[in-house]
């Protein structure tokens, strides 16, 4: 089955509501990386005693960090909290991780970070509905790459994944951005970490994938070769193309959508 490239973006309708979203800070230690991580947690107010919620967790892109996320990436985040009363969780995933276990650095071991330790934490210290049909993944440049390269690493974690201007071959930048740093010179294994390389266990992982990109962005060419794939091998997916480059302006924009299209899946559960 086709899937034909989306052009227009939904029109979201304004919704009026309290802002109550609490921003907790948080160090959760990572026996992979014998380190602690800064997490920001973005929690809805709770309208009853006992309520749970779905969580989404959000991976900057490259040079990044959490605040930035909230400042000026997707600054929507507390409202969408409160909106669809979905838990959204902001690991820092360093300068240049690209979310991997290094072979080279062992303490860079982001995938086992963010898709076992982190997912257990949340978990216990929040509110949450802990299923992998309430529970999603989604980041931007790096952080798209890491959505999805983690959540089919760990697909038994994540049931919803979302990747916007996505990073999603790093193939041909491997000596830039840190990645050679943390691949290392043998270009026979640069293919275990890189999202094009692993997309057939996309055929196998029965998750809903939503990847979003600029029609001026850079990496256009490597998300459509992703999305061609994904249709030869008739993985479900929605793609979309908008108007934009890659900066906070489309990221924004996108992360919207894409929170919209995470809840849908939620309250289909």
């Known amino acids: ?21 609490t921003v907790d800070t948080v160090a959760v230690f990572s026996n ?9 947690v973005v929690s809805p107010a709770q309208k009853k005693a006992g309520q749970r919620f779905p969580t989404v967790y959000v991976l900057h892109g490259y ?18 909290a409160d909106q669809y009363g979905i838990i959204f969780i902001l690991p820092d995933g360093g300068f240049d ?29 929040y509110p949450t509905t802990a299923s992998r049909d309430q529970r999603g993944l989604m980041g931007w440049s790096m952080g798209g790459h890491g959505a999805l ?7 038994s974690n994540f049931g919803v994944l979302g990747s916007i201007c996505g990073a999603v071959d790093f193939t041909p930048f491997v000596m830039d951005f ?13 293919k275990y970490y890189n999202v094009l390389d692993n997309a057939r266990y996309f055929v196998f992982s029965q998750q809903q994938l939503i990847i979003s990109c600029g029609a001026a962005d850079p990496f256009l060419s490597y998300n459509r070769r992703l999305h061609e794939y994904l249709d030869q091998h008739h ?35």
Do not use: C
């Open 1 to 21: 089955m086709k899937h034909p490239i989306i052009t227009l973006w939904l029109l979201l309708v304004p919704v009026l509501f309290v802002k109550a979203a």
């Open 32 to 40: 992979a990386m014998n380190k602690p991580i800064r997490t920001l």
């Open 63 to 80: 040079s990044g960090n959490p605040d930035r996320t909230l400042k000026e990436d997707i600054p929507a985040l507390p409202e969408m």
């Open 97 to 125: 991780s690209w979310y991997i276990n290094s072979p080279v650095r062992k303490n860079s071991m982001y995938e086992t970070f963010i898709g076992q330790e982190l997912v257990s934490y949340i978990d216990q210290h």
């Open 149 to 155: 390269y983690i959540g089919v690493k760990q697909s």
């Open 178 to 190: 840190g990645i050679d740093k943390l691949v290392g010179a043998d270009s026979t294994k640069w």
């Open 235 to 269: 993985v479900a997916h929605t793609y979309i193309e908008g108007e934009g480059a890659h900066d906070h302006a489309y990221w924004s924009k996108a992360a919207q959508y894409q929170v919209l299209f995470f809840n849908f899946f939620f309250k289909s559960k």
